[in-house]
């Protein structure tokens, strides 16, 4: 059966979950692409069901349950501006907020989704297996899904007010990224630590840099006032990683 109405009850539920409010109701989030439908099932995220548009030709993960939408029911669920024709509809990952397991990194106010996403694909390259965020964008909305390529299936995402994080940190140094700080690339980093990274606009919130046992910078040319946050973040990750 191919639903073709905007206003099915189902099509109505996956397009709920383009919102934080209805994923957090569903307990779902959308995960759209072959390649990224495909690493979901593989890595063996808790799919719920694969959803294809009438059209799709593609690979077809037989022993999941399966939704066939028409052209115009399958736009209404997708955030993707030339979609592919398959998405799966995939359960939240449920973490408590713990202690670090190694290096890990707390991201603090980051708004932008796009960013939120991109730091958690190189969280995992690097290896930083744990990431806290605090006040930032959800890292499980279209947009952060996307820019993370799969990142969040393999990251430890853990998310609440800023207490709880920094309680779970709690003797761990914290080294944060400022303009005021040391060179991150002649600074020795332990062998674990909690790299903190504030948004573009405000920087890190007074909490987190009451709790910085140190301060690193990434040395620039005078002409350049900040970098992206993903790119400071990345740059930051590699450059601490290997200094010890």
Do not use: H, W
Not at 33 to 41: C, F, H, L, S
Not at 206 to 227: G, H, N
């Amino acid at each position: 059966m191919v639903i073709v109405s905007k206003q099915n009850p189902l099509v109505k539920e996956l397009s709920a979950l383009l919102e934080k409010k209805g994923r957090r109701e569903r307990g779902t989030f959308l995960v759209e692409g072959e390649k990224m439908v495909r690493e979901a099932v593989a890595c063996g995220m808790d799919v719920r069901r694969i959803v294809v548009r009438e059209d799709y030709a593609g690979e077809t993960f037989d022993a999941l349950p399966r939704v066939t939408l028409g052209g115009g029911a399958f736009a209404a669920v997708s955030s993707e501006k030339t979609p592919q024709g398959i998405a799966a509809e995939v359960a939240l990952p449920v973490r408590e907020v713990r202690p670090p397991a190694g290096r890990c990194l707390l991201l603090d106010g980051l708004q932008d989704p796009a960013n939120v996403g991109a730091i958690v694909r190189t969280a995992v390259a690097a290896g930083y297996g744990d990431v806290y965020l605090a006040d930032c964008a959800d890292p499980f909305s279209p947009k952060s899904v996307r820019a993370s390529m799969s990142g969040v299936f393999f990251a430890r995402l853990m998310q609440g007010a800023r207490e709880e994080l920094l309680a779970a940190l709690a003797g761990v140094p914290v080294i944060a990224a400022d303009m005021g700080g040391e060179d991150a690339f002649s600074f020795r980093a332990p062998e674990v630590f909690c790299l903190a990274v504030g948004s573009e606009g405000r920087g890190l919130s007074p909490e987190v840099r009451a709790r910085a046992d140190k301060t690193v910078r990434i040395p620039m040319d005078a002409r350049t006032e900040s970098l992206n946050a993903a790119v400071s973040a990345g740059i930051l990750m590699y450059a601490l990683r290997t200094s010890y």
